[in-house]
C-alpha cells in the first residue's frame, strides 16, 4: 500500500482584483464623507456662534434687569455690546448691588461672528438675540 501525500497547500492572500475593488470603495466613501466634514466644521462654529450671543443677550439682560445701568444708546455696535459682557457690568442698587454679570472670555474670531447675532433695541432698552 503506498500512501500519497496529497497537495493540500492553498495559496493565501488577495488577489489583485480583489485589492483594486476595495481600494475603490473606500475611495468612494472618502470622496462621500469628506464634504460632509467640512459642513460639520461650518455648523460647529455658527452653533458656538449663537450660543455665544445668546449667553450675552441672556447676561446683559439680567444685569439690565436687576438694575445696572448701561451706557448703550441707538448707535451702540454689536462689538460693544460683546465687550461689556465680557467685561460685566453690575447694578448699582437693589439686592444685586456690586455683583457682576458677565459672559466670560469670547475668543475674536468667534466674537466677529458671535455680533451678527446681537443688537441693542433702544426703544425697550434691552439686547436682542436674532439667531432664527
Keep these: 500500500m503506498q500512501f500519497t501525500k496529497s497537495n493540500t497547500s492553498l495559496k493565501a492572500g488577495f488577489s489583485l482584483?480583489?485589492?483594486?475593488?476595495?481600494?475603490?470603495?473606500?475611495?468612494?466613501?472618502?470622496?462621500?464623507?469628506?464634504?460632509?466634514?467640512?459642513?460639520?466644521?461650518?455648523?460647529?462654529?455658527?452653533?458656538?456662534a449663537k450660543r455665544n450671543a445668546q449667553t450675552v443677550a441672556s447676561v446683559l439682560n439680567a444685569a439690565i434687569a436687576a438694575g445696572a445701568s448701561h451706557t448703550f444708546s441707538s448707535s451702540t455696535t454689536a462689538a460693544a455690546v460683546i465687550d461689556a459682557a465680557e467685561a460685566g457690568i453690575s447694578p448699582t442698587d437693589g439686592a444685586f448691588k456690586g455683583k457682576a454679570f458677565t459672559s466670560g472670555p469670547i475668543d475674536d474670531d468667534e466674537g466677529a461672528k458671535t455680533s451678527s447675532y446681537l443688537s441693542w433695541v433702544n426703544d425697550n432698552g434691552y439686547v436682542e438675540y436674532n439667531g432664527s
Design 17 to 48: 482584483v480583489e485589492m483594486l475593488v476595495v481600494i475603490a470603495i473606500i475611495g468612494i466613501i472618502t470622496a462621500i464623507a469628506i464634504p460632509n466634514i467640512g459642513n460639520l466644521n461650518d455648523s460647529a462654529r455658527d452653533t458656538a
